[in-house]
Nanobody
């Protein structure tokens, strides 16, 4: 069974850092584009970042460029989202998702989703 599990969320002060982890089971991440999305209470889901399967090229939402970094370790079947300089507006549930694409996009093409991990940025 294809499954994605996120971890690494938590409570952090503004300016702090967290590393989110997305681990896959039941399939090999190598052949999938992986996206990170987030949804804050009362807001629509937002694409944050993604990494392609073919060349590890990446995309970022303007709101996180320069602060977030996505990477993958195919040997561990894992994708990471390093989040630095966190702001209160980054507070949301973060999800990873997989799409059968060679080049990633921050759109609706993702068919497989994890359950999400809460990130709260507050003093």
């Amino acid at each position: 069974q294809l499954q994605l599990v996120e971890s690494g969320g938590g409570l952090v002060q503004p300016g702090g850092s967290l590393r989110l982890i997305c681990t896959a089971s039941g399939f090999t991440l190598d052949y999938y584009a992986i996206g990170w999305f987030r949804q804050a209470p009362g807001k629509e889901r937002e694409g944050v970042s993604c990494i392609s399967s073919i060349d590890d090229s990446t995309n970022y939402a303007d709101s996180v460029k320069g602060r977030f970094t996505v990477s993958r370790d195919n040997a561990k079947n894992t994708v990471y989202l390093q989040m630095n300089s966190l702001k209160p507006e980054d507070t949301a549930v973060y999800y990873c998702a997989a799409a059968g694409l060679v080049r990633c996009v921050l759109g609706d093409e993702y068919a497989h989703w994890g359950q999400g991990t809460q990130v709260t940025v507050s003093s």
